[in-house]
């Protein structure tokens, strides 16, 4: 059973705005964030908390579990800028919202609000379909 699930869309504003939060009902998901799938560059370095380190400590050597290459799943805390008059997609390997520990499986077909929130104070009411396939 999947716990998570991906939603993609395209944004676009007659002002520049920036889109800084979304939400979905409790019977669709605990929590939605917006988040960025990139590719990991040579010199990018994983902060790990101290207990994590003491946890890894060991006389072997560790392994850079992110090659170069690597894809990987960032959130996004700033929000997302939306240039007046362009759009800006929402859409696999890129930026997205994330839904996270998902109260029930999705069902293609079905449909179900997000609430986006921007930073000039407004709200919009996004109604999404399911579907398996990504866009």
């Not at 007659?14 to 939400?23: D, H, Q």
């Not at 997302?80 to 109260?103: I, W």
């Not at 029930?104 to 986006?116: A, N, W």
């Amino acid at each position: 059973m999947a716990t998570t699930g991906a939603v993609y869309m395209e944004l676009s504003s007659s002002e520049t705005n920036r889109l800084i939060a979304a939400s979905v009902s409790s019977e669709v998901a605990a929590a939605v964030e917006i988040h960025e799938t990139a590719t990991m560059d040579a010199g990018d370095d994983t902060a790990m908390s101290d207990d994590a380190m003491e946890e890894d400590a060991s006389d072997e050597p560790m392994e850079d579990e992110h090659m170069e290459g690597a894809m990987t799943m960032r959130q996004v805390t700033d929000g997302l800028m939306l240039p007046a008059g362009e759009a800006l997609s929402l859409a696999p390997g890129g930026y997205h919202l994330m839904l996270l520990d998902l109260a029930d499986p999705l069902e293609s077909g079905e449909t179900f609000d997000v609430t986006l929130e921007f930073e000039d104070g407004q709200t919009t009411i996004v109604s999404v379909a399911v579907q398996q396939d990504e866009p």
